[in-house]
T-cell receptor, first 115, second 113 residues
Framework: NAGVMQNPRHLVRRRGQEARLRCSPMKGHSHVYWYRQLPEEGLKFMVY????????ESGMPKERFSAEFPKEGPSILRIQQVVRGDSAAYFC?????????????FGPGTRLTVT | SQQGEEDPQALSIQEGENATMNCSYKTSINNLQWYRQNSGRGLVHLILIRSNEREKHSGRLRVTLDTSKKSSSLLITASRAADTASYFCATYAGGTSYGKLTFGQGTILTVHP
């Protein structure tokens, strides 16, 4: 059973470009979380999705950021018109669909560098 | 308010010694979890303790929770060089059917062989 997969592992974008980060949850997991980690800081919750639904996006910046988890395929975190402040590690985590399952399984992260 | 602050920020010990890390939080919680992050890698879940539990063990790990003081500690006994990593506490406040976690800033543990 493969773990949570994220790609790319490293992504370099120039200011103004778009960044697309992908996350494939563990097999059988239908809940996906995205977190952002700035250098030398803890992880900050961004968004929680179930298949085809955004459940909680309270941690997501209102502009330029969007997330989706389609019926088929990976979850995508999309950052439009990136700025230097978007440079960070972005982690995806998944959990099983059962209620009360609060343990999360993390992917290796995508390190975004904006030049 | 900031939830989940770890103390110390960095800890350096010799192999074989015990390492203790503390976490404080501000709001009521449903459970508290500890995660490990090796340099440049994702987080690995270590242990979860519920608000009605006071202590939990897993191998060389011992976690305590004091809800009256809103604090938790993680003890790693007989540390090994492989324990070198950052350790984060994360709290789940409840109120949702999903595990929306709030992470602290972490403790960087270095274990010297």
């Amino acid at each position: 059973n493969a773990g949570v997969m994220q790609n790319p592992r490293h992504l370099v974008r120039r200011r103004g470009q778009e960044a697309r980060l992908r996350c494939s949850p563990m097999k059988g997991h239908s809940h996906v979380y995205w977190y952002r980690q700035l250098p030398e800081e803890g992880l900050k919750f961004m968004v929680y999705l179930q298949k085809e639904n955004i459940i909680d996006e309270s941690g997501m910046p209102k502009e330029r950021f969007s997330a989706e988890f389609p019926k088929e395929g990976p979850s995508i975190l999309r950052i439009q018109q990136v700025v230097r402040g978007d440079s960070a590690a972005y982690f995806c985590a998944s959990s099983p669909p059962s209620l009360g399952s609060y343990e999360q399984y993390f992917g290796p992260g995508t390190r975004l560098t904006v030049t | 308010s900031q939830q989940g602050e770890e103390d110390p920020q960095a800890l350096s010990i010799q192999e074989g010694e015990n390492a203790t890390m503390n976490c404080s939080y501000k709001t009521s919680i449903n459970n508290l979890q500890w995660y490990r992050q090796n340099s440049g890698r994702g987080l690995v879940h270590l242990i979860l303790i519920r608000s009605n539990e006071r202590e939990k063990h897993s191998g060389r790990l011992r976690v305590t929770l004091d809800t009256s003081k809103k604090s938790s500690s993680l003890l790693i006994t007989a540390s090994r060089a492989a324990d070198t990593a950052s350790y984060f506490c994360a709290t789940y406040a409840g109120g949702t059917s999903y595990g929306k976690l709030t992470f602290g800033q972490g403790t960087i543990l270095t274990v010297h062989p």
